[in-house]
């Protein structure tokens, strides 16, 4: 191995310990609790440990709705299966702390190739590829 691969091991296990990671996933979870609490006008409730802001304004959040930490920001994407999804990336969020954020940006903006929103179920948060011109899903 050699010493920039060591170095890098070295550095990514200590952004990722949990002594590490968690005050960031809490500074998170505050942030975004302000933030959702304030544009939901206080409409919050939990689902096995995320705390959903619903009614918050589209420009808000990205996509159908937003997990920051352990805030779900939505306008009303609220089934059973985006729930679900959202709370593997709340996991996600306990685990990389703040490194989530640029370890997401680096996994792409589309969501088929974007590991985290695979590990997260894309069908159980409605997911589907667009449909090519000819009607294939694109996967010729």
């Known amino acids: 191995m050699t010493a920039a691969a060591r170095r890098v091991r070295w550095l990514r296990a200590g952004l990722l310990h949990p002594v590490v990671a968690r005050p960031g996933y809490w500074f998170a979870t505050f942030a975004a609790l302000v933030w959702g ?7 919050l409730s ?3 440990g995320l705390i959903v802001a619903r009614k918050c304004p589209r420009w808000a959040f990205g996509r159908g709705g937003t997990t920051i930490g352990a805030v779900y920001l939505t306008h009303d994407r ?10 593997v990336h709340r996991a996600q969020w306990r685990r990389y702390g703040l490194a989530f954020i640029p370890l997401y940006v ?10 985290f929103e695979i590990e997260a179920g894309l069908e159980r948060a409605g997911y589907t590829r667009p449909q090519s011109r000819n009607g294939s899903d694109g996967d010729q």
């Open 37 to 43: 609490g304030i544009l939901s006008l206080g409409r």
């Open 46 to 48: 939990r689902h096995d």
């Open 78 to 87: 609220i089934t059973r299966g985006v729930l679900e999804h959202e709370v």
């Open 106 to 115: 680096a996994a792409g903006q589309d969501p088929f190739g974007n590991r």
